[in-house]
């Protein structure tokens, strides 16, 4: 725990409480948090779009090629993220596999808003569905056999049966990739770079501030420390304080 708390503690000692209103209020920071909070909903919205399925799919499915999915979805968990935004570049730059072919319909990817949400979807994603796989192989197959017995389509078992079953770890997920594409940088700064009111989110703008002004650097750092605390703590509550409240009501 000392090794965990020791660094935030530290930062906290060397902010410049005085002025540290002033320093998290400046229209740079302002902007650039407000960049995030959009972006990184944005991606967790993706996130739950796509990983939805892919998890079921996980822990459902029975298929050649199985272990080596669940390998590609585990991938951007190991990877360097400055090693994932150049693949990124790659797919949708101007030169990229499908950049090229995107252009000609005059969309751009590579160093937008967008480009921020893709490198952040990439990077956060695999919390989402590790985690909702995870819940789904805890027992809820009987369940969902009986409903598809009883006449419930697929999409009905899904919506109806599974995905309650499965709320906490869907919560889990959801803060999880939600904290971790607020706190995305390298996978941005190279896919996306670093336009002030476009891809300059909340910690490239810390990092710019590093090397300008590190009081300012220090008090944005906490408040990305701050959001991230109050965001796991309050949705892990409500996740865990769910199923007790629905036993007392049964």
Known sequence: MLFLVLPVAAMAIAADWPNFWTLVTSQSALVALGLS??????????????????????????????????????????????????????????????????????????????????????????????????????GTEAYERVAATLGASPGTVLRRITLPLVGPGLVSGTVLAFARALGEFGATLTFAGSLQGTTRTLPLEV??????????????????????????????????SGPAAGDRRG
Do not use: C, K, N
């Open 37 to 138: 909070l959009r972006t990184a909903a944005a991606a967790t919205l993706l996130s739950l779009v796509l990983g939805i399925p892919l998890a079921v799919v996980l822990a459902r499915g029975d298929f050649p090629g199985h272990r080596l999915v669940r390998a590609v979805v585990l991938l951007p968990l190991v990877l360097p993220p400055v090693v994932g935004g150049l693949a990124l570049l790659l797919t949708y730059g101007r030169t990229g596999l499908l950049g090229g072919a995107l252009e000609a319909f005059g969309i751009r990817i590579a160093f937008s808003t967008a480009a921020v949400v893709l490198a952040q979807t990439f990077v956060a994603m695999p919390f989402l569905v590790i985690s909702l796989e995870g819940a789904l192989r805890t």
């Open 207 to 240: 990092y710019l501030q590093r090397e300008v002004d590190p009081a300012a650097a220090v008090a944005l750092s906490l408040v990305l420390v701050a959001i991230g605390a109050l965001v796991v703590l309050a949705v892990g509550a409500r996740a865990l």
